[in-house]
């Protein structure tokens, strides 16, 4: 991930949780979907956790998360809602989802919601992604889907004039297309209605 990408978010950081509130309409449901998919799973791990929106949640479904990103302020943020909710089974990290520290196939199930949208190589975010997940592991790929209604096309290009550094602008449609591209078999999808709607898509990497 560039450096001018993670210097938007150590902006941010502070402000991440007041836009969820003009954009945060899906999280619920995104949310509730995501902790579906790990529940009773052993070690969860959770990329551009911000500022853990996700994080708590996931900590009541699985034994084990390991929620990372790439912004030191916002891991710090997450290290404080981690702690003031007296959560003991995460474990927050900076990392880049493209340099993971963690060996082949350590996971069993992998969250990044709202990130492919940022990344500049998708394949190459989810190979990295595909490297730590177990084999037949679940692989949960919410994700903001800009270009979804002409409301959410227009928002995306007011966000554009702030610097927001969004690499594409998915529909429901053509994110799963890109993700089925690079090898993910889709095992369910919903589209979640909001400003930006979420494109939510789980499933497991194919063969090969």
């Not at 799973?41 to 929106?53: H, I, K, P, Q």
């Not at 975010?125 to 979804?148: I, M, N, Q, S, Y």
């Amino acid at each position: 991930m560039n450096d001018s990408d993670r210097s938007y978010w150590d902006r941010h950081a502070k402000n991440y949780d007041r836009s969820m509130s003009l954009l945060g309409r899906p999280i619920p449901r995104m949310v509730e979907l995501a902790c579906e998919a790990t529940r009773g799973l052993d070690r969860v791990l959770e990329v551009a956790a911000g500022t853990g929106l996700v994080t708590r949640a996931l900590a009541t479904t699985a034994r084990e998360v390991v929620a990372t990103d790439y912004s030191a302020v916002m891991v710090a943020a997450l290290e404080r809602r981690v702690r003031d909710a007296e959560v003991t089974n995460v474990r927050c990290e900076q990392a880049d989802l493209y340099a993971l520290r963690f060996e082949d196939g350590k996971f069993d199930a992998i969250v990044a919601a709202n990130v492919l949208h940022l990344v500049p190589d998708l394949p190459g975010a989810l190979a990295a992604l595909r490297r730590v997940l177990k084999p037949g592991g679940v692989v949960v790929l919410p994700t903001f889907c800009h270009d979804e209604t002409a409301l959410s096309w227009v928002v995306s290009r007011a966000l554009a004039v702030t610097g927001f550094p969004g690499h594409r602008r998915f529909t429901a449609k053509s994110l799963r297309q890109a993700v089925e591209a690079a090898g993910v078999r889709v095992t369910r999808a919903e589209t979640l209605s909001g400003l930006i709607p979420v494109g939510y898509l789980q499933g497991t990497f194919g063969p090969g």
